[in-house]
């Protein structure tokens, strides 16, 4: 079998899904999710599959740039499905998983993410933070990953400017939220807001 492909949500993958990233109120039909599984190496050059759940408006881009990056021999540490950590986020992201799809709210608010929609990636999470700052205070998801705060630094799976999986993403239309000015999300690659207010309207 083909090591990189598409399929759709079929009955096995739901039932590993459903309850977790896909919440019981998930209003996201099925039928437009899509189940992509790559290769990937690590820092070591070891191979490993990947699976994730996506959108079906970004899975050809996914499956496109997941190749790219593994023949680049691009090093991503690891790429499950979000339900192996419960769907719980912050597990996902200290563990430096690698994911898409998660019916949840941006955190610390009541705004659907995109990831809520299949239509953002996260790459190797721990050593690319979520930084926010709110009420003076700076906030650095995953917990645990302080040590990788300081870009000028350098260390193994950083995502910086000039990264080749950034300018994979975003020459498929992605954008980088590395680039934000009022956050920094160093993982974090979107669908752009306009086009998602045009695929669902008034969601966010």
């Known amino acids: ?20 990233s896909y919440k019981e ?18 820092l070591n050059g070891k191979i490993f599959p990947g699976e994730l ?4 408006y970004i899975v050809a881009a996914l499956l496109d740039i997941f190749k790219k990056l593994y023949a680049a021999d691009y090093p991503i540490e690891k790429i499950r499905l979000i ?6 986020d912050e597990k996902s992201m200290a563990d430096n998983n690698s994911s898409c799809f998660n019916f949840r709210v941006v955190a610390g608010t009541k705004r659907i993410s995109l990831h809520a929609l299949g239509l953002a990636v996260d790459i190797n999470p721990l050593y690319n933070p979520y930084i926010t700052f709110s009420g003076g205070k700076k906030n650095i998801a ?24 950034k300018k994979l993403f975003t020459e498929h239309g992605f954008i980088w939220g590395g680039d934000w000015t009022d956050c920094k999300d160093y993982q974090h690659f979107a669908l752009p807001d306009d086009i998602v207010a045009k695929l669902y309207p008034g969601v966010r």
């Open 1 to 20: 079998m083909n090591d990189f492909y598409i399929s759709g949500v079929d009955d096995e993958i739901f039932s590993r899904i459903r309850g977790k």
């Open 25 to 42: 109120d998930c209003f996201l039909p099925r039928e437009e999710l899509r189940y992509l599984h790559v290769m990937h190496k690590d």
């Open 53 to 56: 759940i996506c959108n079906v």
């Open 83 to 88: 339900d192996e950590y419960d769907a719980d």
């Open 142 to 165: 995953p917990a645990n990953s302080a040590d990788f705060e300081d870009r000028e630094k350098n260390f193994p799976y950083k995502i910086a400017d000039d990264d080749f999986c």
